[in-house]
């Protein structure tokens, strides 16, 4: 349903109550719905969103390796994957 015609309010009541509530839980709710109104976390969503942008960040996943973006950023990446990408960085332990 479009949200154009809600106050802010009514947007943030309805996708905490259907969509978080089931994920987080009714204890995490009112933390959750606080983070809406923190300025520390809209400046670091702000900050974090430019520098994803600076970055050529188009969408999630997007994985970077010490700064550098992985080739194949768009697709998930399973356990194997991850393990023959990192293990020449790090060294086999």
């Known amino acids: 349903m479009p949200t154009y015609t809600k106050t802010r ?3 943030i009541a309805e996708i905490a109550n259907n969509l978080v509530a089931p994920v987080i839980g009714e204890a995490n ?13 809209d400046q670091a969503t702000r900050i974090s969103f430019k520098f994803g942008c600076a970055r050529g960040v188009t969408g999630t996943p997007y994985y970077f390796v010490n700064g550098i973006p992985l080739s194949d950023s768009g697709s998930p990446m ?16």
Do not use: C, E, H
């Open 29 to 41: 709710l009112a933390a959750y719905r606080a983070g809406f109104n923190d300025s520390q976390s």
């Open 78 to 93: 399973d356990y194997n994957k991850w393990i023959s990408t990192l293990d020449p960085l790090v060294g086999k332990m």
């Open 9 to 11: 309010a009514a947007v």
